[in-house]
């Protein structure tokens, strides 16, 4: 299994631009995730999915669209990249809404000028 | 704000020592997890523990939660300099769909 995979690695844009981050896992979980992580901030929820075709905010999601068309793919969207969206972007799988230990990917490092 | 919050913010003891992290949150929980991230990598996995659970233990790990007082510590006995890492709680919110995760704390141990 290669567990949740993200690209690209890292990426820069200039702000206006817009991207798609992609995620996919093959471990055939419902649930997915997106975050964001800022020094001294931790993790913050930008959307979720409890499984295809369902998708709900989280506590930052403006700026940000998902889809989940598919168990295995869960693309996140910057619609007009602003610098404030400079982050590292991690995406994570789990089974199941319930008791969940999620796994996560490798992380997108995003820098927008 | 977050609804985990980790104590101390950064800590940095010797190989050897007991390491010990405090979370708190605020609102009911279902369960109660640790993460730990190496420099530049994605979050893994270590522990969790129920609400109705008191205490667990997983190696050299011992996590313990109080849901009178709303905090949960990680304990790491022994440590290593392959420990050096930063911790994370992440509540699981009763009435929630979602996993929250605290600020973190960074974890240096010298060798």
């Known amino acids: 299994n290669a567990g949740v995979t993200q690209t690209p690695k890292f990426q820069v844009l200039k702000t206006g631009q817009s991207m798609t981050l992609q995620c996919a896992q093959d471990?055939?979980?419902?649930?997915m995730s997106w975050y964001r992580q800022d020094p001294g901030m931790g993790l913050r929820l930008i959307h979720y999915?409890?499984?295809?075709?369902?998708?709900d905010q989280g506590e930052v999601p403006n700026g940000y669209n998902v889809s989940r068309s598919t168990t295995e793919d869960f693309p996140l969207r910057l619609l007009s990249a602003a610098p404030s969206q400079t982050s590292v972007y991690f995406c994570?799988?789990?089974?199941?809404?319930?008791?969940?230990?999620?796994?996560f990917g490798p992380g997108t490092r995003l820098l927008v000028l | 704000s977050q609804q985990g919050e980790e104590d101390p913010q950064a800590l940095s003891i010797q190989e050897g020592e007991n390491a010990t992290m405090n979370c708190s949150y605020k609102?009911?929980?279902?369960?109660l997890q640790w993460y730990r991230q190496n420099s530049g990598r994605g979050l893994v996995h270590l522990i969790l523990?129920?609400?109705?659970?008191r205490e667990k233990h997983s190696g050299r790990l011992r996590v313990t939660l109080d849901t009178s007082k709303k905090s949960s510590s990680l304990l790491i006995t022994a440590s290593r300099a392959a420990d050096t890492a930063s911790y994370f709680c992440?509540?699981?919110?009763?009435?929630?769909?979602?996993?929250?995760f605290g600020a973190g704390t960074i974890l240096r141990v010298k060798s």
């Open positions: 994570a799988s789990s089974y199941s809404r319930g008791e969940q230990t999620q796994y």
């Open positions: 471990m055939n979980h419902e649930y």
């Open positions: 999915s409890v499984g295809a075709g369902i998708t």
């Open positions: 609102t009911s929980i279902n369960n």
């Open positions: 523990i129920r609400s109705n659970e």
């Open positions: 992440a509540t699981d919110v009763r009435d929630g769909n979602k996993l929250v």
